[in-house]
C-alpha cells in the first residue's frame, strides 16, 4: 500500500526543485526566503481538496491610528485591484499579504504556487508604493478639515 504525499511534503519537494532552502519547517508549512521576502507557505486539507496558503509578513507595521486607517485603505484599494491577492492588519496590526488556491497534484500544486509567490509579491510591491501616497492623501484631507472647522 503506497503512503500518500503530504501537501508539507510536495510543497518542500517543489521548493527543492527551485533551489529554494527552507528556513523553518512547521507542523502544516514551510518558511523559506523569495525575493528578499520571507514567506511562509502551508498546506490545509478538507474534505473535498487540497489547498495551499501563502504568507507574506514583517514589511510592515502601523504603529498609530493614522498609520492604521492608511494601511486599511491601501489594503482595500489593492485587494479589490489585485484580486488574486488579500491584504490586510492582523491582530498586531502588521501587514498580511496571502494567497490561497486549490490543487489536484504535484504538478498544479507548482504551476499555483509560482503564480501566487510572485502574486504575493505584487502586492508587497504595490502596497509599498501605495501607501505612501494615501498616507499624504490623508493628511491633505485631515488638514483641510482642520482647517475649514477651526
Known sequence: MEMKTTGKE???RV?????????????S?????????????????????DAIIINLEGIFTAD????????????NELTCNLLQV???????????I???????????LEDLLNIGLQSVILGKKRFLERYPEIEEEMKLISEIENSTFA
Open 64 to 75: 498609530n491610528e493614522a498609520e492604521v486607517l492608511a494601511a486599511l485603505k491601501t489594503c
Open 86 to 96: 488579500k491584504l490586510y492588519l492582523n491582530s498586531e496590526n502588521k501587514l498580511v
Open 10 to 12: 510536495l510543497i518542500k
Open 15 to 27: 521548493l527543492e526543485k527551485w533551489r529554494f532552502p527552507v528556513v523553518v519547517e512547521g507542523e
Open 29 to 49: 508549512g514551510v518558511l523559506f526566503r523569495y525575493q528578499m521576502s520571507y514567506v511562509q507557505v502551508s498546506h490545509s486539507q478538507n474534505e473535498n481538496a
Open 98 to 108: 496571502a494567497s490561497e488556491f486549490f490543487y489536484k497534484n504535484e504538478e498544479d
